[in-house]
């Protein structure tokens, strides 16, 4: 049982460049969220899911697109990469209930942009 | 909106010592409230939850917190670091009618051997 995978753990981009951050889980969770950890600022919130087909802001959205085709994966879209986005990205999963809230989280993507 | 406050940024303690770490939210409706650990170069794993029940909650590597509702706080707390407790500590909060997880800033602890 994988849990959630990320891909890549690395990247460096330019400024202006796009790229795909990949995030699978095989749990078949309902939930998915991309959270990105800056130094000393904690883990903020994306984009989230709460099914295929459904997606939602989170509390820093802008320069991110995310899609939900299906239960397992959910992509991180960046199109115009800038450096205020070198971060360390982190997706996660949790099951839908009352009483399951326990986030399971990828390895992370330490993504930077110069 | 929905907060949460970690007091301590970076803790420095000796082996031996006790630790507390704390975590303030600002939420009043339901919540299940949350530590998570991330040691050096590896992924945020859960370290303690709460939900409901017996408000002093025991995790794993001997950290237990404690659910105080009238004061909107969970703190961490351990009788005596490792070492190998040397990490950046997560605590987050549960809105159950929003679906989704709010996080504290992180405290880094370094404990010196």
């Known amino acids: 049982n994988a849990g959630v995978t990320q891909t890549p753990k690395f990247r460096i981009l330019k400024i202006g460049q796009s790229m795909t951050l990949q995030c699978a889980q095989d749990m078949n969770h309902n939930y998915m969220y991309w959270y990105r950890q800056d130094p000393g600022m904690g883990l903020k919130l994306i984009y989230y899911s709460v099914g295929a087909g459904i997606t939602d802001k989170g509390e820093v959205p802008n320069g991110y697109n995310v899609s939900r085709s299906t239960t397992e994966d959910f992509p991180l879209r960046l199109e115009l990469a800038a450096p205020s986005q070198t971060s360390v990205y982190f997706c996660?999963?949790?099951?839908?209930?009352?009483?399951?809230?326990?986030?399971?989280f990828g390895s992370g993507t330490q993504l930077s942009v110069l | 909106a929905q907060s949460v406050s970690q007091h301590n940024h970076h803790v420095i303690l000796s082996e031996a010592a006790s630790l507390e770490l704390g975590c303030n939210y600002s939420y009043g409706g339901t919540v299940n409230l949350f530590w998570y650990v991330q040691y050096p170069g590896q992924h945020l794993q859960l370290l303690l939850k709460y939900f409901s029940g017996d408000p002093l909650v025991k995790g794993i590597k001997g950290f237990e917190a404690e659910f105080i509702k009238s004061k909107f706080s969970f703190n961490l707390r351990k009788p005596s670091v490792q070492w190998s407790d040397t990490a950046e500590y997560f605590c987050?909060?549960?809105?159950?009618?929003?679906?989704?997880?709010?996080f504290g800033d992180g405290t880094t602890l370094t404990v010196k051997p």
């Open positions: 996660a999963s949790s099951p839908l209930g009352a009483t399951n809230e326990k986030l399971f």
């Open positions: 987050a909060v549960w809105n159950t009618n929003a679906g989704k997880s709010t």
